[in-house]
């Protein structure tokens, strides 16, 4: 029986502009800006490190304060936001599939992301009220990646069987290979559809979930 349907963040519920902007247009443009340089010149210097510290940086990797620090910048992840969040934007099933999916289900985010940016994500269209808890590979577990021991995690919180746990997300790694590695169900997302996924929107997943809790009600009875 299904209990907790988890959701990856990027690309699954919010497109990834926001991201590429805060960290391949605003920080070097910062950069530039502070250390009196050109854009270019910035851009390729700020590019270099966050190529340099994968790997090293841990879930440090993933959080913009980290590296404005790291860079000696002045401008801070508020000064990003604010110039920012209108590029937030989440995709058209994503309001109508957690309200009622979250009226059956336990919702909740297991991300890559670093929490300044979920929560910034969730703010959005108030939809932080559908999930009763985020999971942030990078802030709570200090992995550059969605592991194993995240889906475990989220099971031994709810007290859960793994398979009572779904995931749904973008990369086949992290949001599908991952979680059945643990014995939790997964399916791959794809919105764009020019790959093998087990669904291109939430609406067909919504309607998959709610057609196997009914199979399984009706062999229950
Ligand atoms: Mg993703």
């Not at 599908?176 to 997302?189: E, H, N, R, W």
Request: aromatic letters at 12%.
């Amino acid at each position: 029986m299904i209990k907790v349907i988890s959701f990856d963040l990027d690309d699954t519920l919010s497109d990834s502009q926001f991201d590429e902007l805060i960290w391949r247009t605003e920080i070097p443009k910062a950069y530039a800006k502070e250390k009196g340089m050109t854009f270019e010149q910035a851009y390729k210097e700020v590019t270099t490190e966050y190529k340099n510290l994968w790997g090293k940086a841990a879930g440090n990797w993933r959080d913009a304060s980290f590296w404005l620090t790291h860079f000696g910048l002045k401008t801070t992840w508020e000064d990003l936001l604010s110039m920012l969040h209108h590029e937030i934007k989440h995709f058209d099933d994503v309001v109508p599939v957690l309200e009622e999916l979250s009226k059956k289900f336990k919702l909740v985010i297991i991300s890559n992301a670093e929490r300044k940016f979920i929560d910034a994500k969730l703010k959005l269209n108030h939809i932080g009220k559908f999930f009763v808890k985020t999971y942030s590979a990078s802030s709570d577990f200090n992995l550059k990646k969605k592991e194993a021991q995240v889906f475990k995690k989220v099971c031994e919180d709810f007290n859960i069987a793994p398979n009572e746990l779904v995931h749904i997300g973008d990369e086949e790694e992290y949001d599908v290979t991952a979680p059945k590695s643990i014995g939790a169900q997964a399916f791959l997302l794809c919105r764009k559809g020019d790959k093998k996924s087990d669904f291109k929107d939430l609406h067909d997943f919504k309607k998959a979930v709610l057609s196997t809790v009914t199979r399984e009600g009706n062999k229950n009875d």
